[in-house]
């Protein structure tokens, strides 16, 4: 068996909101038309898919009762250069979104952390 591809999922409050807030922070927004109300999904450059699914429709999908708060989850993003750190970090401030740690160095990448509108944690290096 070969596996052909992977994506994530996340549980989301309200959907306008965090698509204003990944549309801020640059993501590319995908609609799917049979699912407006219910996801949709952010890609970066690469082509990768983060899916963001109203809170409802993924406790339908995951077959929960509740959403648990997990907070083993980090989701890393990578950019160019240090100064696309900051920039993104920013941006994440100015969408609503809190800044937890600014861009610092740490075993050696420069970096910075940070959460979207429903707490999901997010890492961003700088990958030069």
């Known amino acids: 068996m070969n596996i052909t591809s992977n994506w994530l999922n ?3 409050a309200d959907l306008s909101v965090s698509e204003g807030f990944y549309q801020a922070l640059g993501f ?19 082509g990768k898919i983060i899916m963001l699914i109203e809170q409802q429709q993924f406790k339908k999908a995951a077959s929960l009762d509740n959403i ?5 989850a980090l989701i890393s993003l990578s950019v160019a250069t240090e100064a696309e750190v900051d920039d993104l970090l920013t941006l994440v401030n ?4 809190t800044v937890l740690q600014r861009g610092t160095k740490l075993e050696g990448y420069y970096g910075g ?5 429903d707490g999901h944690r997010f890492n961003v290096i700088a990958m030069s």
Request: charged fraction near 20%.
């Open 94 to 97: 100015q969408a609503n979104g």
């Open 68 to 72: 648990p708060k997990i907070d083993g």
């Open 113 to 117: 952390l940070f959460s979207d509108p």
């Open 28 to 46: 590319t927004i995908k609609h799917n038309e049979a699912m407006q109300a219910k996801m949709l999904g952010i890609e970066t450059a690469d």
């Open 10 to 12: 996340l549980a989301v």
